[in-house]
């Protein structure tokens, strides 16, 4: 039994507490940078390219300019959360590393950007709807390369387990 005034609560169980302030703020501010990055993405698609891209090529250029633009502001927001912000689990990312994944997150979200155009000049012989199942098609495998080259690890995810799994010899 416990008195009227103590307290049960368990300085450990941190993680049952409700949501803060400060985490809900963060999802939303990452949520309106995907944002921005995706219309960006889908204008500057639009301006640099929508004069060789026949009228019923558009819906790829629209998925290849929001994956573009809004993915790789996501990896970026979560590479930079990265490097700010770390436990005795998972240590920050250094400034070097991170930039380093900065670089090559835009290096591999240009790819479905320009990806898109092969789609979007399909869209002289194909239906609009056919041409955006193409481009999301591209888009999707090409961000497949980009989760499995994230350093999950580095931000508290998978506790240090690869994906990968080494075939051949074993180790000992």
Known sequence: ?????ASNVNPDSARDQPVGVGFLFGCTTVFLLMLGGAIGGFVLLVKTFGGVVPD????ALFVGGVAGGGVSV??????VIGMVSGTPEA????????LHQIAGTLFICVLPAFGSLAPAQAGRVLPPFLVGVLALAFVLGSFLLVGALFPWARLGRNKGRTVWRRSGKAEG
């Open 1 to 5: 039994m416990t008195e009227a005034g």
């Open 91 to 98: 240590p920050r990312m250094p400034l070097r590393e991170g």
């Open 74 to 79: 996501l990896f970026i927001a979560v590479t």
């Open 56 to 59: 019923d090529g558009f819906p």
